[in-house]
């Protein structure tokens, strides 16, 4: 029935108050009669509160059930909890919805608050990580998830978005690739991605690199030293032959020399521990070998910054530092100058190699880094390089959690800046530079 207006209900008490007060005025009592209709009025208003206030207690019996006001008062609260179920059967629905949705997805997904607690876990994350619900709810994910890997990069990831690949806690042979996004206020998912695929084909092609790598090199370190013998004592009609094969074969030597570089630099097996690093003694010895590749041709300046040191893996840096100084002699013109910098900066420690080369276009800039990409298959061929040489920086940079800055113009040349971040310097030192 629809709630009546307070008007109605007011009209009716009126109407029924001048009925009872004629009703008096004809019996002789009409004080009597109206003060005994008003406390039968309160006391019918107390009843119906009573049985309100009953049902409230438990509201899983029937709504009661009256006249008049408190009819209209019954039926709005029947409405009322009619429109709630429906309501909650809707929010019902939905959350059933998400959660078979969210227990399709083949990724295992977790909630953590702010402690690092999980809140919700869907049944991939039961399957994959080995959670037993609802008992692991509350639990603190680094529990459950061990290893100081995976603890460091959930302490790092409140700050920046980073990714981590890691092997599974119930299977060393499935491996898990791991993100995080924020979740509403002081939550973050956490998705986790089978990647043992991936991760196995990416270790057999480094394994095939390296194989390969190594079963190549020694017939043609057999062939370059067999060729270098001939130049000794060759016919003149074969010298020339012999002169080309002698630079074919070193190309592809030093192309099998990069390979297994890099092949080392991505093997998760072989790591170097990191240490402190002397680098300017390290440059000093790159300006030797560079003086000895440019054999005068070209005005080398290095600007070396004594003391300042770093932590890091010696030979990959000198491996990343040598390639940026043969590269900078390789694509710049005889008469050329070649500028190497080590010094502090507000940002941390950086290397800055500097040539007076022909440049490089800005198209090719953002895939300088890849492998085997080389800018101009002539130029590149005629300079010897591999194509593998900026990889490998951009590899030793990124294990070192520095950045490799590149600018270019055509005709004006090139700079390749590695920044490091200031936590690895090591004796910052306001000693000025020595220049050579």
């Known amino acids: 029935m629809p709630a009546r207006s307070w008007k109605f209900h007011l009209s009716r008490i009126a109407t029924a108050g001048a009925a009872l007060a004629v009703l008096g005025w004809l019996v002789g009592h009409p004080v009597k009669i109206l003060l005994a209709s008003l406390v039968a009025y309160q006391g019918w208003h107390l009843f119906n509160i009573a049985r309100l206030f009953g049902w409230l207690q438990d509201t899983r019996g029937p709504i009661p059930e009256s006249r008049g006001i408190w009819a209209d008062i019954f039926d709005s609260i029947n409405a009322m909890e009619d429109q709630t179920r429906r309501q909650e059967d809707r929010y019902r629905n939905m959350i059933t919805e998400f959660q078979n949705l969210t227990n399709a997805l083949p990724d295992a997904t977790l909630v953590i608050d702010s402690q690092g607690n999980i809140t919700w876990s869907n049944d991939t994350a039961t399957a994959m990580l080995g959670l037993r619900l609802p008992e692991d ?4 994910v680094t529990n459950l998830l061990r290893g100081p890997a995976f603890a460091e990069w959930l302490q790092r990831e409140e700050s920046k978005q980073t990714r981590l690949e890691m092997p599974s806690p119930v299977n060393d042979n499935q491996w898990l690739h791991v993100t995080s996004v924020p979740f509403q206020q002081h939550q973050r998912l956490i998705v986790l991605r089978d990647i043992t695929e991936i991760h196995n084909v990416e270790r057999i092609r480094r394994d095939f690199v390296a194989n390969i790598s190594h079963e190549l090199r020694t017939p043609v370190t057999v062939l370059l030293g067999y060729l270098e013998l001939l130049q000794n004592h060759p016919a003149s009609e074969v010298a020339d032959a012999i002169t080309r094969m002698q630079g074919q074969t070193r190309q592809m030597k030093a192309l099998l020399d990069d390979l297994l570089e890099l092949s080392r630099l991505q093997s998760d097996e072989i790591q170097g521990e990191e240490q402190e690093v002397d680098v300017p003694a390290m440059l000093e010895q790159l300006k030797e070998q560079a003086i000895e590749i440019s054999q005068g041709k070209h005005r080398l300046n290095f600007s070396i910054t004594p003391g300042l040191r770093l ?34 900066s507000p940002q941390g420690p950086r290397l800055a190699v500097r040539d007076t080369g022909i440049g490089i276009p800005k198209r090719d800039l953002p895939r300088l880094t890849e492998r085997f990409y080389r800018v101009g298959s002539d130029r590149a061929r005629q300079s010897g390089g591999t194509g593998l040489g900026l990889a490998i920086v951009k590899h030793v940079m990124n294990a070192h959690k520095a950045r490799l800055l590149i600018s ?9 800046a590695c920044l490091f971040p200031p936590e690895r310097k090591v004796g910052a030192t306001a000693a000025s530079a020595v220049t050579d």
Do not use: C, H, K
């Open 137 to 140: 709810l509350g639990q603190s």
């Open 311 to 344: 932590v890091g893996v010696a030979s990959d840096l000198e491996s990343a530092f040598r390639n940026l100084i043969i590269n900078a002699i390789r694509y710049t013109p005889e008469q050329g100058e070649v500028q190497v910098d080590w010094s502090d």
């Open 408 to 416: 270019s113009e055509l005709g004006e040349g090139s700079q390749f």
